[in-house]
């Protein structure tokens, strides 16, 4: 008899998207990841929930479709975490001609099921906030609608979401073993104490990891696919308005630089093939150079690699198109036989789709157990359950009950935990109610809440995944976390 019906290996945004889907849908659910949750490629994603230009380009319409009709299901679903903005792209003398950029963008919005985004529009930047912060000669830029997300929040909100539907969730738990027979029998290092589980399927979506853990662990035909590293620079602010800058690069290619917490500006992507462990990915010196020349073709402000506050990198799997490039779809491979439980692959892919992919992953599931319906494209993530509409409404309503909150703080808060902020802080009158601080922002109650409730065991995971308050968190601040979670653990 099987402990579970789905065991998942790699909580990165596939592992528990897989994970709440079909926790959903009634199936009993194990999740292990090795370390911490997005803690591989998930949190340095380009944080975009879009319709990739790039593949309207090529013609890509139907992917392109999908991914617009995801991108309003998210902002449903997760209003607190996805964020419509205006995307602006100057027109450059020596790139696409305006009347190209013009057409692909009607066509953008009519690629959309009509939605209550505003449709794109030309802007004469000379007169335009859009303007101030780019060189003298642009004069036109197109603006048009897409959404940004809080990609490492995202993969704890579904994780969240994933458990309440009655999914295990086990971090620092890595998959040494796994034997196929009837069922999966697996075994895993949990917090160094051994454990031996069995489960009718399984998935492994370990991203980069995901050849090696089938060869080595699962010793099944490994994915034969090449791993992409994909890279950005984190800067500080570089404009003002709240929009993001599309830049048409001399390569052809489109390098976005959006706005990155309060203060900072991210800029990306870059990528190339990866070789070696996906648990070390740096960024080069030359890749850095490259976004920055990038930006300095458009910006007023020179970037110099010395002002790169923080580099973002991760590494997966993807199939290469045309010999190099690759294919930001994912993949998924599916593979049973008679007697040997299913084994479900799945890596790479966009935070746009993921939802969508995880579906049809667990989906390929149904002819071997009863599964209630498809159910995740309508349910409001935790905290999501606000129109998206609404939320400077949900800041202000924070406000209100917890009087102590500055407006930045308040917006901090609520696009993190949306109305599970009230999980957060409970009953706190004032600021001292919140216990220590920990730097200008993070308290106390917020640490405890985040080890008890979103997994945090250590500094890196609340610093750079629950919130980006490493970004301005002072040293000392940091050690008092460190202090503090270890008298915790
Ligand atoms: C070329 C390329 C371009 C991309 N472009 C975009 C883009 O434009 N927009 C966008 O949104 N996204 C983009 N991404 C997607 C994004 O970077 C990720 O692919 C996506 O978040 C899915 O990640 P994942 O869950 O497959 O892997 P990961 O997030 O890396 O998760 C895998 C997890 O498995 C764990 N693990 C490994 N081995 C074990 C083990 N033995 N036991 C337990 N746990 C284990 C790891 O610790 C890791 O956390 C791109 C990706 C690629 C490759």
Not at 49 to 73: I, N
Not at 207 to 227: F, N, Q, S, Y
Not at 392 to 412: I, S
Request: glycine share 8%; with cysteine; hydrophobic share 45%.
């Amino acid at each position: 008899m099987a402990d579970y019906d789905l065991a998942i290996i790699g909580g990165g945004l596939n592992g528990v998207s897989v994970a709440r889907d079909a926790a959903g849908r009634g199936l009993r659910v194990i999740l292990f990841e090795q370390g911490d949750l997005g803690a591989g490629a998930s949190s340095a994603t380009p944080r975009l929930v879009h319709g990739d230009l790039a593949v309207l380009e090529r013609r890509g319409f139907q992917r392109v479709h999908r991914q617009l009709a995801e991108r309003e299901k998210w902002l449903k679903i997760a209003p607190h975490l996805v964020r419509p903005m205006r995307f602006a792209i100057p027109a450059h003398a020596a790139e696409r001609p305006l009347a190209l950029l013009r057409s692909g963008l009607w066509l953008y919005d009519h690629l959309a099921s009509r939605t209550r985004l505003p449709a794109a529009e030309t802007v004469d930047v000379t007169h335009h906030p859009l303007g101030d912060a780019l060189k003298r000669p642009f004069g036109t830029a197109f603006e048009y609608s897409d959404c940004v997300v809080d990609d490492s929040r995202l993969v704890v909100t579904l994780a969240l979401d994933a458990a309440a539907r009655g999914a295990t969730i086990c971090t620092g738990a890595r998959c040494v073993r796994a034997d196929r027979g009837e069922f999966w029998r697996l075994v895993v290092i949990d917090r160094g104490h051994r454990k031996v589980i069995m489960s009718r399927a399984l998935a492994n979506t370990t991203g980069a990891w995901a050849a090696a853990v089938a060869e080595i662990v699962l010793r099944e035909p490994a994915p034969k696919l090449a791993a992409v590293q994909v890279s950005q620079i984190v800067v500080r602010r570089l404009f003002q308005p709240d929009n993001v800058y599309v830049f048409q690069n001399g390569d052809g290619r489109l390098i976005f630089a959006s706005p990155y917490e309060r203060d900072c500006t991210l800029i990306g992507t870059v990528t190339h093939g990866f070789k070696g462990d996906p648990a070390i990915v740096a960024m080069s010196a030359a890749d850095i150079a490259y976004l920055c020349g990038a930006a300095n073709r458009y910006f007023r402000e020179q970037l110099y690699p010395t002002d790169v506050l923080r580099a973002v990198s991760g590494a997966n799997l993807a199939p290469l198109r045309d010999g190099d490039r690759p294919v930001r779809d994912g993949g998924m491979m599916f593979h049973h036989r008679r007697g040997k439980a299913p084994l479900l692959t799945m890596f790479g892919g966009d935070v746009t789709t993921s939802r969508l992919r995880a579906e049809r992953a667990v989906s390929e599931l149904t002819p071997f157990y009863p599964m209630t319906p498809r159910w995740t494209a309508t349910a409001p993530l935790p905290g999501g359950d606000f129109d998206w509409e609404q939320f400077d409404d949900e800041v202000e309503r924070a406000r209100e009950r917890w009087r102590f909150l500055t407006e930045p703080e308040a917006q901090r808060l609520v696009r993190a935990y949306g109305t599970r902020l009230s999980v957060v802080l409970g009953e706190a009158k004032s600021r001292a109610d919140l216990g220590a601080s920990f730097g200008p922002e993070l308290t106390e109650t917020e640490v405890r809440y985040l080890m008890a409730r979103e997994w945090a065991r250590f500094p890196e995971d609340i610093l750079w995944r629950r919130t980006k308050l490493g970004l301005s968190m002072p040293a000392e601040g940091q050690k008092a976390l460190a202090a503090f979670m270890a008298t915790c653990g």
